[in-house]
């Protein structure tokens, strides 16, 4: 079963074990009650309360007990608990300036195969994903064909932690991506998801931009720079020229 925890700088999180939550290195604590196993302490609850009432219903009224009755009833119906509903991070729509800005390289690259481990963050222990991307073309900076690309998340054993807002990097899907180097000289995504769009190759051999699916879609930014939104459904060579121009500027 999964549960959510929140991260003030890593965004919502989701755990999922096939063991006991409680025997997964770095989610603090106990495991937290949920569905099914919180309703059944309720109904233990509202048992316990009638068998107190039927001891003493010679000395209490009939009309005392069935509304202690009625009220334990109230507290295990379905429709009155409820589970703390785990609230996703609202994020900013970025600009094409703000992302060619803080990129020390914009690419054009296919992830090729990957691997997860867990590691040792600001946060506690989590799982991280490593995904070697095979370049196809430079559109910021340059180096070497191959490179790793490192994201939160990922699955090691039984275990799987899902990060909500990490960029979708799917092995064989070409991805135009936004990338800051790292100090061990792996890479990572600017903004996330947000700085990761899809290539598609459309009927007449062309490659565009496409669209990004977010589970929550950003709010739109109140600034008037370009929103990143608009490179989707621009041609590979479109979006190299807006991007180029973007990084031009902040270069003076």
Known sequence: MGSIHSDPIRGPQEYWTNEDQSNVPGTGGPPIVTGARGLAGFVRLGAMCYKVCMRFRARLGSAFIAATFAIAVQVVSPGSWSIPEAKAHSFIEVSVDALALRAQRVVVATPADSMSTWESTDGGNRIVTYHRMQV???????GDSEVWVRRLGGVVGKVGQLVHGAAPLRTGQAVLLFLAKRPDGTF???????????????KDNRFMVGPRRFAHPPVPSRLRERPASTLEGLSIEEATHVIVEAKKRHAK
């Open 136 to 142: 196809q073309s430079d559109i910021v900076g340059g």
């Open 188 to 202: 990572s995504v600017i903004d996330m998801e947000q700085g990761c769009f899809p290539v598609i190759k459309t």
